[in-house]
């Protein structure tokens, strides 16, 4: 790596992007950034977002250059860290992934089933893109990206470029945060197992005791996501599971319920979210702000900045410290392949993430379902780089959420019209 410490964060008219200044600033002794470069295609949020971000960093004092720019190889060029938030069609492409398959009475959602199958099929020739960039213009540098699906995303990436990546989420995050306050433990380890968006807590050890017994007799549900409405599980389906499962788990323990509440709201979270980032974008512009707003808290990226900017921080000065985190397997769960990509612990420091091996799991359930779910993940990678029809339908009849042929090929013909331009991969035929 380089010397001089640029981050480039791409997507950056994205309203989270303050959340990540304010773990900058937070840590700027630890972090000495010389350079940040802001980098969208969307002129105007880049604008509002990047002259926000401006004034935070003139504010704390940081002796840091902000550069916005819509190129991208202007922002990768000699980066030492790039962080990578792209919605690829924006939130409009969300609203169709979260409408068109409710009329095929299959859930539409931001990264699972049918809706999380298209985000990818968008995201994945892009990310590979800005790999591809990556390798000339930064080689040494560190990809940390938390575009959804992040779990596909880092698949797709450890498995067709050679980018050096991690791929990120707050769930983790924010289940350990909840847990550890409800239970009043001050410095507990957990096991944490699972893919992006499937994912369960197997064990809290504090001081030899194991307390993921307790947490099982509680029916101790972790916090869930301000993203998604829930109502949590039973204690009975948490003793059935015998863990503490993320509440993205909810679209598949309960299935129907979740369509159904899908179809009941007024609006789709999607659009809750174009509501939201308007309202932002009009605090953002006031010219004497200079920090991060609450109304911010009210998306469903909390906590995402110390997340992210931790890892960076872990990386950057070699910390060699535990993160939940989303690699190639290589060993650390026995019942998985190597080459999966799946979020587990692992210790980071500069040469990246080493995943903690996973001894004598035994919870068949878990090991069944996420079986099942790679299998849906393998052949999505596969749609989205070759273009394959046939291995998207493979991937739909593998996802727990879609299964059944009829509805998926025509959600599927349907969604693939709805994102034509930016599905190139399926219409390279077409002159």
């Known amino acids: 790596m380089n010397n001089k410490l640029k981050i480039a964060i791409i997507g950056s008219g994205s309203t989270y992007t303050p959340e990540l200044i304010e773990g900058m600033i937070k840590r700027k002794d630890a972090l000495p950034i010389e350079e940040l470069v802001l980098m969208d295609i969307d002129e105007r949020k880049l604008h509002i977002v990047g002259s926000l971000c401006q004034r935070m960093i003139q504010a704390s004092g940081m002796p840091c250059k902000v550069v916005m720019t819509q190129d991208l190889d202007e922002a990768l060029k000699d980066a030492s860290f790039v962080l990578s938030q792209i919605r690829v069609g924006k939130l409009p492409a969300r609203v169709l992934d979260e409408t068109i398959p409710l009329k095929y009475d299959l859930i539409g959602q931001e990264t699972c089933g049918i809706g999380g199958f298209f985000k990818a099929m968008r995201t994945i020739p892009v990310m590979l893109h800005i790999a591809e960039r990556m390798k000339e213009l930064c080689p040494d540098a560190w990809l940390i990206n938390f575009s959804n699906p992040a779990g596909i995303i880092t698949e797709a990436l450890l498995n067709h470029s050679d980018v050096k990546m991690l791929g990120l989420c707050n769930v983790p995050y924010n289940m350990f945060k909840s847990i550890r306050e409800t239970l009043q433990l001050d410095h507990p380890s957990f096991t944490y197992v699972g893919l992006n968006h499937l994912s369960w807590i197997t064990s809290i050890e504090q001081d030899g005791k194991d307390y993921v017994k307790t947490a099982l007799e509680m029916g101790l549900n972790s916090e869930t996501m301000k993203n ?156 989205a780089v070759s273009g394959s029809e046939d291995a998207a339908m493979r991937a739909m009849l593998m996802n727990p959420l879609v299964g059944d042929y009829n509805a998926a090929y025509q959600c599927f013909q349907e969604l693939k019209e709805a994102h034509k331009e930016y599905l190139p991969q399926f219409f390279a035929n077409e002159k």
């Open 228 to 383: 998604i409405p829930s109502s949590g599980f039973s204690k009975e389906v948490i003793q059935m599971v015998g863990a503490i499962p993320s509440s993205y788990m909810e679209y598949y323990y309960y299935n129907k319920k979740k369509l159904n509440l899908l179809k009941e709201a007024e609006l789709t979270r999607g659009e809750k979210c174009m509501q939201i980032e308007e309202e932002l974008l009009g605090i953002y512009e006031d010219s004497e702000l200079h920090s991060k707003p609450e109304l911010l808290s009210t998306r469903g990226g909390a906590n995402y900045s110390e997340v992210a900017i931790s890892l960076v921080d872990a990386i950057y000065n070699d910390k060699q410290e535990v993160h939940v985190v989303n690699l190639l397997n290589n060993g650390a769960l026995d019942f998985m392949e190597d080459s999966d990509a799946v979020e587990v612990c692992a210790v980071i420091g500069k040469d990246g993430a080493k995943p903690i091996k996973v001894n004598d799991f035994g919870n068949r359930h878990i090991i069944d379902y996420m079986r099942m779910v790679k299998a849906y993940e393998r052949e999505t990678v596969a749609a």
